[in-house]
């Protein structure tokens, strides 16, 4: 891993292509679950790697390489939730109104699935869910990274929490519907 | 169903975070390959219809500026060397023209008495006159541009058709009394021509002094992020020479900064979205420029130095974005900051020789903080390129 930091220092093509490689998926993983759908994750996923490529030379090498992506990619998929919200119709989204296609039973829900779930959070919704539950932010942190109050992001947790669960109750009543 | 619990419900979703392995796809390098190889956006490529439009406008210049030299060249001096000459012959056979009057001359013909008296006074005529002819034998126009004035060439006569006039009036041992101001005539000449050289070569190393007036539009940014809209630049700056190569210079540039800053940004404490700002600065800069040697009219010339910012009016509005809506604050600094040679410049420009006083200038800039400017303690940086006059006044 050394010698590939070292590689992407020099600008080595054939370095950045093995860094993306190794640590795409887990970019991918994270980004995600902040974006609305895959396609715009892998956008976020590539901005983010511009900015690792960007800023390598800045990596303190006695902290977590892994780490320093994280925080990239948390930053990127920020960055584009700040962008969503300046472009977006301001409307919330009813989730009574959440159709399911796949009736399945909670326990049996693929982690694909759940991230699905959390990608039809509101945006507002879902980066507070992603910063604490996840990421492990405190309201204090997320409020100065979003601008909000705490009062607003533990606010926005909650209902975040109770979509959620909305979905999933839907998810099993269809479930169960179908089952009988 | 059994409602989840928050922390059954965030244990839920963590795991699936965690055991969430999506595929790799190797399309996507190639998306990334191809914006890696793409050059980094930069203020430059905002530059280009900016300078286009002003190497348009030097251009034009240096053309309207050759036209008129060469005009100048041919009707005031004559050019070449082989042009002065054919003046010279001109001259000779004109008749004089000095401020002695023609009947004088007449009348010294028609009396020989006075002869002594009237060769006086053509030897004191002789080494005035010999005077202006080492002024226009050394003349240089980058030196004596103010002697320019065809009035002074009226003056201008040759060595030889001097000699004649002598002859004419004294009609007494004309050999010797030749050959003597011959030797008095060249002495006087070898001696004002080695003092002219003399002081032509003190005033051409040193303590000239110029002026500049220069304009610019400015492109400006905070980090080197891209420029949202151009300020500009407009400056009067003294120049003052210190040897051949050497300058340095000072003076005020009136300066519009108009920046905006699209990223999380700590301004005044708080945690803001976005930052415009548009800034009334007076920059004084304090620099030091090498001109490379030229045997044309073009030169080239670069230069570095240090600018001090006053800054007379702050403008910012900064926008913080909320769960639904943004919302910004705008503020006011009137007459609060400045900054003391915080500000790095680098330039490096050419110039063209219009005149033996005038030079026309276009100088591309960069000017970058060193360290934060201004109420929001920003690093900005500037770009842009001075077009101008520059004007020698001694």
Not at chain 2, 273 to 283: A, V
């Amino acid at each position: 891993m050394h010698l590939l930091i070292q590689g992407c220092k020099r600008n080595d093509r054939d370095s950045q292509r093995l860094l993306y490689q190794h640590y795409y998926s887990y970019a991918l993983s994270i980004c995600i679950r902040y974006s609305r759908n895959t396609a715009e994750a892998k956008e976020v996923v590539n901005d983010g790697f511009m900015k690792v490529f960007g800023k390598i030379d800045q990596y303190n090498s006695d902290s977590s390489f892994k780490g320093w992506i994280r925080k990239i990619m948390i930053n990127a998929s920020i960055d584009q939730y700040r962008k969503e919200l300046k472009h977006q119709q301001q409307s919330p989204v009813e989730f009574a109104h959440t159709v399911f296609t796949q009736p399945q039973a909670i326990t049996n829900l693929s982690h694909e699935e759940l991230i699905g779930l959390v990608q039809k959070l509101t945006p507002a919704y879902r980066v507070v869910f992603n910063l604490y539950v996840i990421d492990g932010y405190t309201h204090e942190e997320i409020g100065k990274i979003l601008g909000i109050s705490d009062g607003t992001s533990k606010s926005n947790l909650l209902k975040a929490r109770e979509n959620l669960r909305s979905m999933l109750e839907a998810l099993n009543r269809i479930s169960y519907e179908k089952v009988n | 169903m059994k409602k989840l619990t928050d922390q059954e419900l965030d244990s839920l979703f963590k795991a699936a975070s965690e055991g969430y392995q999506p595929a790799f796809d190797a399309a996507e390098w190639e998306v990334m390959a191809n914006r890696l190889a793409q050059p980094k956006p930069s203020l430059w490529k905002k530059w280009i219809p900016y300078a286009l439009v002003g190497l348009i406008i030097f251009s034009s210049g240096v053309w309207i500026g050759t036209t008129l030299n060469l005009d100048l060249v041919n009707n005031k001096e004559g050019g070449s060397m082989q042009e002065k000459a054919l003046s010279l012959k001109n001259q000779k056979e004109q008749p004089i023209t000095d401020q002695q009057p023609k009947g004088d001359e007449t009348r010294i013909g028609e009396s020989k008495h006075n002869n002594e008296r009237v060769i006086g006074n053509v030897n004191r005529n002789l080494t005035d006159r010999n005077k202006e002819i080492a002024n226009h034998i050394i003349f240089d126009p980058e030196i004596d541009g103010k002697d320019k004035n065809p009035d002074s060439e009226k003056h201008i006569l040759p060595e030889k058709l001097q000699v004649d006039e002598f002859e004419i009036l004294t009609n007494e041992s004309p050999k010797d009394s030749t050959l003597h101001a011959n030797e008095e005539t060249k002495a006087d000449t070898t001696k004002l021509i080695a003092e002219e050289q003399e002081k032509k070569k003190d005033r051409r190393l040193s303590h000239l002094i110029f002026i500049r007036a220069l304009a610019s539009p400015d492109f400006s940014a905070i980090n080197f992020s891209s420029a949202s809209s151009m300020g500009s630049n407009y400056a009067f700056l003294l120049e003052y020479q210190i040897n051949s190569r050497l300058t340095i210079s000072t003076g005020a540039i009136r300066s519009m900064k108009k920046y905006s800053y699209d990223d999380e940004i700590t301004y005044s404490g708080h945690i803001a979205d976005q930052l415009d700002g548009t800034c009334r600065i007076i920059d004084i800069p304090l620099n030091v420029y090498y001109s490379f040697p030229s045997q044309s009219k073009f030169s080239f010339y670069t230069g570095v130095g240090l600018s001090s910012y006053i800054m007379q009016q702050e403008n910012y509005t900064y926008t913080v974005n909320y769960k639904y809506s943004s919302r910004s604050y705008s503020t006011q600094i009137d007459d609060k900051n400045n900054e003391w040679f915080k500000v790095l410049n680098l330039s490096a420009g050419v110039q063209y020789q219009l005149t033996p006083r005038i030079h026309l200038q276009t100088e591309p800039f960069l000017k970058t903080s060193l360290a934060g400017i201004g109420e929001g303690d920003v690093l900005l940086n500037s770009l842009g390129v001075f077009f101008g006059l520059k004007y020698k006044i001694n």
